[in-house]
């Protein structure tokens, strides 16, 4: 029995590690609305503070999925965005800042792209018009409450 010791402690470490899932574009669905992931620049993801990712095609299927399950952010280790400008590389949610521009379409219709900072979105802004958002005012924008 003391010889198993070790390797369950390992197993009980190893499963309790909570990582971030790379999306498979082209693969993966999305969590919320079930279509295929494949547009780099509008994805995001949460990752729970027990590992579980959940994946999606466009920011908005994130925040309504936040919105319809009425979870804490507390119980996400990772809220992730896409940053429009480097597609593909994933944000902390909370410190991006949103467009909306009807001159951006996203996967789901709601026109939505985030990047690094606020300076980065109000240059986009000045190229294709729109209003900046953070994290939380987006949330209230689109909220269903």
């Known amino acids: 029995m003391k010889l198993f010791a070790p390797f ?3 197993l009980l470490f190893t499963s309790c ?3 971030i899932q790379p999306i498979e574009y082209g693969t993966d669905s999305c969590d919320f609305c079930q279509m295929g992931i494949v547009d ?4 995001s993801q949460l990752v729970t503070t027990k ?6 095609d466009a920011i ?7 919105d319809q399950t009425d ?7 990772h809220i992730l965005v896409a940053d429009f400008l480097n597609p593909g590389v ?6 991006a800042s949103f467009i909306i521009s009807k001159q951006i379409p996203s996967p789901m219709g709601a026109f939505l ?7 980065k979105a109000d240059k986009l802004l000045t190229e294709y018009t729109g209003e900046r958002y953070t994290f939380s005012t987006l949330r209230q924008k689109l909220s269903n409450h």
């Open 8 to 10: 369950i402690f390992l």
């Open 17 to 19: 590690t909570v990582k």
């Open 40 to 43: 780099t620049k509008h994805a």
């Open 51 to 56: 590992g579980k990712n959940y994946k999606f």
């Open 60 to 66: 908005e299927c994130m925040v309504h999925y936040l």
């Open 71 to 77: 979870t804490s952010l507390t119980a996400y280790q």
């Open 90 to 95: 994933l944000l902390p949610a909370e410190q």
């Open 113 to 119: 792209s985030a990047t690094q900072t606020q300076e």
